[in-house]
């Protein structure tokens, strides 16, 4: 898939390096990292039916009663990673909009990210995000584990 390279400097030293990630007109698609950021994974959330699935848990949710649809959307993509996508190799969640760490120091922490000028492309391959764990839940295990990720 064609993505677009950004530089990214880390908040604690200002180490600049730069990574791939989903081009800024990318709509409805989102790059997960895991914690330690060595593994990508890929979800088209209008076409993976998983991320409407935990939409709709979360708008039945007794706690979100009343809560505005973009604060909705804000937490959907907090928890959709851990709730609804099979973990990364050592068995850890990925999470959407997770910063990548810096090389340098290991920091998760950013001062500045932005696309790099001129705009720059790459063609990786990334897999997308698989959901084995969450299509074996029955429907109460699907909202146990969306209230697991809320509390
Ligand atoms: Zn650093």
Redesign the pocket.
């Known amino acids: 898939m064609r993505l677009q390279i950004f530089e990214y400097q880390?908040?604690?030293?200002?180490?600049t390096?730069r990574v791939p990630e989903l081009p800024v007109d990318a709509y409805g698609e989102f790059l997960l990292r895991s914690e330690t950021g060595a593994e990508m994974v890929y979800v088209n959330a209008i076409a993976d039916p998983t991320y409407k699935e935990v939409d709709v848990l979360l708008q039945r949710h007794p706690s979100l009663t009343g809560v505005p649809a973009n604060r909705r959307a804000d937490i959907l993509r907090r928890i959709y990673g851990t709730v609804a996508c099979d973990p990364d190799s050592e068995g850890r969640p990925f999470h959407i909009g997770r910063h990548p760490q810096?090389?340098?120091?290991?920091?998760p922490n950013m001062k500045s990210w932005q696309e790099v000028q001129p705009v720059e492309f790459v063609d990786l391959d990334i897999p997308a995000s698989t959901h084995l764990l969450w299509a074996a839940l029955t429907e109460d295990q699907k909202a146990d584990r969306v209230n697991g990720a809320l509390s």
Not at 10 to 15: A, F, I, N
Not at 102 to 107: F, G, I, L, Q
Request: with cysteine; aromatic share 8%.
């Open positions: 880390c908040e604690p030293s200002g180490h390096f810096c090389p340098v120091c290991s920091s």
